[in-house]
């Protein structure tokens, strides 16, 4: 089983510049997640989908801070614009709900990341 | 309030050693669930272990074991004769039912020597 994709791997942008980042989750999870990683810390969740709709994007800066996820497959998560405080990985995670019903505690299976530094 | 720590924040050992990580957490919620990840150099978070608030019975999967204890609140992840591909960093996380967000440590960095 295909796990979860990211691209691109590496990003290297001038402060100010956009940029965007994919991810497929695995085949069938409905749920997406992207997570900021800074250097040194547990990764801290920026924006939550339900299939095609947001569950919590509650810590997302949304004045420079976008996703989507619009067929309920893949999605794409961009800064716009860019600040030097933006270097960090950005993680991409989904789960299946167990059962019927969403269950809000299903383990998240995470892609590679795409690490990106702004200069 | 719910909290993760990882107070060791980095830990070196020699191949064969076994090492022990430590995870705390804190939540008012009865049913939550624990998590390990293994971060290796490469980026990937890979899902190790999940454990519900209601099962207290330790786990074995080969040279992994993790002690859960209620009493202490901990889940501490221990490695058996630790291998050079064992060098990670290692997430403990929590997930309680009612907060429905899932919260790292700030990870222990393991590095075991030839």
């Known amino acids: 089983e295909a796990g979860v994709a990211q691209s691109p791997r590496y990003k290297i942008i001038e402060k100010r510049q956009s940029v965007a980042f994919w991810c497929n989750p695995i085949s069938g999870h409905a749920t997406l997640y992207w997570y900021q990683q800074i250097l040194g810390q547990g990764p801290k969740l920026l924006i939550q989908?339900?299939?095609?709709?947001?569950?919590?994007d509650s810590q997302l800066p949304k004045d420079r801070f976008s996703a989507e996820r619009l067929k309920g497959v893949d999605s794409t998560l961009k800064i716009q614009p860019a600040k030097l405080e933006d270097s960090a990985v950005y993680l991409c995670a989904s789960s299946l709900p167990m059962g019927g019903d969403w269950d809000r505690t299903d383990t998240q299976y995470f892609g590679p990341g795409t690490r990106l530094t702004v200069l | 309030a719910q909290k993760v720590t990882q107070a060791q924040t980095e830990i070196s050992v020699v191949e064969k050693e076994d090492v022990t990580l430590d995870c705390v957490y804190e939540t008012r919620d009865t049913t939550y669930y624990l998590f390990w990840y293994k971060q290796p150099p490469s980026g990937e978070l890979v899902f190790l272990i999940r454990?519900?608030?209601?099962?207290?019975q330790n786990e074995i999967s080969g040279r992994y074991s993790w002690n859960f204890q209620k009493s202490t609140s901990s889940f501490n992840f221990t490695i058996t004769a630790s291998q050079v591909v064992d060098s990670a960093v290692y997430f403990c996380?929590?997930?309680?039912?009612?907060?429905?967000?899932?919260?790292f440590g700030t990870g222990t960095r393991l590095q075991v020597f030839p």
């Open positions: 996380a929590l997930n309680s039912y009612n907060t429905d967000k899932l919260i």
């Open positions: 989908f339900q299939n095609n709709g947001v569950v919590d």
């Open positions: 454990r519900n608030s209601f099962d207290e």
